[in-house]
Structures are given as structure tokens and as C-alpha cells.
């Protein structure tokens, strides 16, 4: 996207934005129930405003400021409630359609998951608390309509008690860990996935599509990590069950044409501890020492072959 150029026989690129905007945005019903989603901005532009480098010209730039200011200008203008990747949209759209020298932007959220408390068994109007695992959403833009749309997890812990196993891995003079069909599984899923739509033109018009899509991919890869409720299901290495999870993704979401997860092994160490008159703790599947380091660190991608991705 960024456009390079030779300036005083040099290979040039530039860009500039402003990172970390945090806004939050309250939406209030006629009948008293509260809405609110708090989300951290990241802007960046591709502009002709290379004179700005080269001298004291900076009549090309638009200020990091005025990007800043129009995060909270968008979030007072939207009198219904967005999910992030609607306010990435319009903040890109923006831009690239406001300043003429503006060819692209790119806009990342990260969404602090504020959710509805119940008390009594009752949902409160205004009442949050803060969970755990983010939303996140980039939308890249150029001048040209042209979209890339990206959504993702990060954080989602999830662990099982069994129904994991490794065994028959290569051995060699290095190898001390054993083979084994009982063990933790635990990790910390981050997931990014890209949606197929490739211009503002073609972007779903439901509202709210993208939280819900959100919520559901969530649903499938912690349905999918975890198995049935009862029983589970065997997981023969995390390699595996990750593969398996990204696949479930792109069956299960046709307009999703992209899925890259990372699955780190939060190792769960067996505690045994003996003295000189024998064994003080001895393991039986119960008593863990749990460690988040040094973890194994899985990562693949999966996308369709007809994609032009
Ligand atoms: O599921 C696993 N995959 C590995 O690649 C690996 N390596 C290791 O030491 N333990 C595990 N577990």
C-alpha cells in the first residue's frame, strides 16, 4: 500500500497515524438499558506529503491530532450502536475520502470486552464487567473502495484436564519427555481471520454483523478445542486440534476466506517431590506445577484454495 518513491537518489516510504485513541461509547434505550463498547484505535495513512520530510513544507499533512479528534467526532455521530469493525470502516472511509492527498488508511481496534452483569438472575441495565478475551478488527482502505478486513481473538485461555495426549514424536540423544496419553492442554488463543468482502461496496448490511460473526467464531473454536460436553474429545497434539479449529472456522463461515491461529503449550508440569525416606507428592494426574514459561509455540494458517488471498 505505501507507495514508494526515490527522493535525492534514495528509495523512500512513508506513513503516519496516531496509535493507542482510547474512546468508549455509550448507547442509551427510551427504555433505560445501556449499551457500551470501549475500543483502542490505531490510525494510519498513506499520503503524499513527502515535502514534509524533505523540507518545512508541511502544508500535506494532516495532523496526528485532527486523527485523534475525529475517533471522538465519528463515536458522538454514530447514534446507533457499531461493532468495531463498522467504526474501522467509517473512520477508514473517512479519511480516504475526506483529504485528497490521503490514497489509504488503515485502521486497527482493539475492544475491551465489557459485558452485561446479572444480578438476581437478571441482566442490569447499566451494569458491566470486564471479561477476558479481546475483539480485535483492522480495515485497510484505499482511495479506491478497495477493502481488507481483518478480525481476531486475543487471549482466549482455554485449558482441558485431559483428553490430550503426545506420543511418538522423533527421539533422540536430546529427548527426556515421555510419551504420554494423559495430560493438561492449555493455551491462550490468539485468531485472526479475514472476510472475503473486498469493497466497501459488497460489506453485509445487518447490523451488528461483525460482533455476532465475532461471538460465533469464538463459539466454534472454544466448541471445537473442547469437544462435547460429555466425554470431550481426544486431542493427540495441540498441532492437531489447532488445525482442526481453523478448519471448523472456514466450513463453518463462508465468508470468511483466511484463518491464522497461534495456540502456545502452557505447560502443566506433573509435581513429584521425594526426600531421602521417599515420596512426598507423588503424581497421579493431580498436582501440577503450571508454567507460561518457556511454552511451546504453535502457529499456522489455513485459508481456501479458490481465494485470491
Ligand atoms: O502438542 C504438542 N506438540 C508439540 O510439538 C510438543 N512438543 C512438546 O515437547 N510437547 C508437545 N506437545
Given amino acids: 500500500m505505501a507507495k514508494q518513491e526515490v527522493v535525492e537518489g534514495f528509495k523512500f516510504e512513508q506513513r503516519h497515524g496516531k496509535e493507542r485513541v482510547r474512546v468508549a461509547r455509550v448507547w442509551k434505550t427510551r427504555q433505560g438499558q445501556h449499551f457500551i463498547v470501549e475500543w483502542r484505535v490505531g ?33 458522538k455521530e454514530g447514534r446507533d450502536m457499531l461493532s468495531a469493525e463498522d467504526f474501522a470502516i467509517l473512520l477508514a472511509k473517512h479519511f480516504v475520502s475526506f483529504y485528497q492527498k490521503v490514497t489509504g488508511a488503515i485502521v486497527n481496534i482493539v475492544e475491551n470486552p465489557w459485558e452485561r452483569v446479572t444480578v438476581d438472575g437478571q441482566p442490569h441495565e447499566h451494569g458491566f464487567k470486564l471479561g477476558s478475551e479481546k ?7 484505499q482511495k479506491s473502495g478497495s477493502l481488507q478486513l481483518t478480525s481476531g481473538i486475543e487471549g482466549l485461555s482455554v485449558l482441558k484436564t485431559t483428553q490430550s495426549g503426545f506420543v511418538n514424536f522423533i527421539r533422540d540423544k536430546y529427548t527426556a519427555l515421555p510419551d504420554t ?26 447490523p451488528l ?26 486431542s493427540p497434539s495441540v498441532q492437531n486440534t489447532l488445525y482442526l479449529m481453523a478448519k471448523a472456522t472456514l466450513n463453518r463461515f463462508p465468508d470468511i476466506a483466511y ?11 506433573p509435581v513429584n517431590i521425594s526426600n531421602q525416606n521417599g515420596p512426598i507428592v507423588k503424581f497421579e494426574d ?24
Fill in 286 to 309: 493431580d498436582v501440577y506445577l503450571p508454567t507460561d514459561e518457556p511454552h511451546g509455540s504453535i502457529q499456522a494458517s489455513l485459508s481456501r484454495l479458490w481465494s485470491k488471498l
Fill in 135 to 141: 475483539h480485535t478488527t483492522e480495515a485497510i482502505l
Fill in 43 to 75: 490510525i494510519t495513512l498513506f499520503s503524499d506529503c513527502v515535502n514534509s520530510y524533505l523540507s518545512d513544507d508541511n502544508t500535506d499533512i494532516v495532523a496526528t491530532d485532527t486523527m485523534k479528534n475525529t475517533v471522538y467526532a465519528k463515536a
Fill in 181 to 206: 496419553r494423559e495430560r493438561m492442554l492449555a493455551t491462550e488463543v490468539t485468531a485472526l481471520w479475514r472476510y472475503s468482502y473486498e469493497s466497501l461496496y459488497s460489506l453485509p448490511q445487518k
Fill in 209 to 234: 454483523y461483525f460482533t455476532e460473526k465475532y461471538q460465533e467464531v469464538k463459539k466454534v473454536l472454544a466448541d471445537t478445542f473442547f469437544g462435547p460436553p460429555n466425554g470431550g474429545v481426544y
Fill in 259 to 269: 484463518v491464522h491461529l497461534k495456540m502456545p503449550n502452557l505447560h502443566f508440569l
